[in-house]
């Protein structure tokens, strides 16, 4: 058995997911959580304060300090981890959302890609229908319908 194009870009993205959904594990669910509640927060606070003093270059700054200062307010949530049966629920939702999260940016990015790159570019690359047939993981990503 050798390997084909299809073959190594399976091999790519299963490594891929794998290293999302350990990261995932390690993180927790509660911490991704807080991390995207920081992240929309550290926005709001930034706009607010754009709209109230009018100077749209300090969006940037005001962000990340805002960022920062709500990163490290949330990293008392880490105290999840150590509560025996609800920290193991912890990661393994971690897990399960770094996956879902993963295939929802792959889908979305390949959806685009093939739909903005021609065909005969991903056929020059070697990226043929025949290849993409032959691949378990690539082609649920791809839409050919």
Same mark, same amino acid.
Request: proline residues 0%; without cysteine; glycine residues 8%.
């Given at each position: 058995?050798? #390997?084909r194009d299809g073959n190594i870009i399976d091999i790519v993205l299963a490594i891929l997911f794998l290293l999302i959904v350990i990261r995932g594990w390690h993180v927790g669910l509660v911490m991704c959580v807080a991390h995207i509640a920081v992240l929309i927060a550290s926005a709001m606070i930034a706009s607010v304060f754009v709209k109230m003093t009018g100077i749209i270059p300090l969006y940037g700054i005001v962000f990340i300090i805002a960022a920062a200062v709500l990163g490290k307010a949330v990293q008392v949530l880490k105290v999840v981890e150590w509560i025996p049966l609800i920290g193991i629920v912890n990661k393994a939702g971690g897990a399960f959302a770094g996956f879902i999260g993963a295939f929802l940016v792959f889908y979305i990015l390949f959806g685009f890609l093939f739909r903005v790159v021609p065909q005969e570019m $991903? *056929?020059? $690359?070697? #990226?043929?229908? *025949?290849v993409i047939d032959k691949t378990y993981l690539f082609k649920a990503f791809i839409d050919r319908g």
């Open positions: 058995m050798y #390997l $991903w *056929e020059r $690359w070697g #990226l043929t229908q *025949e």
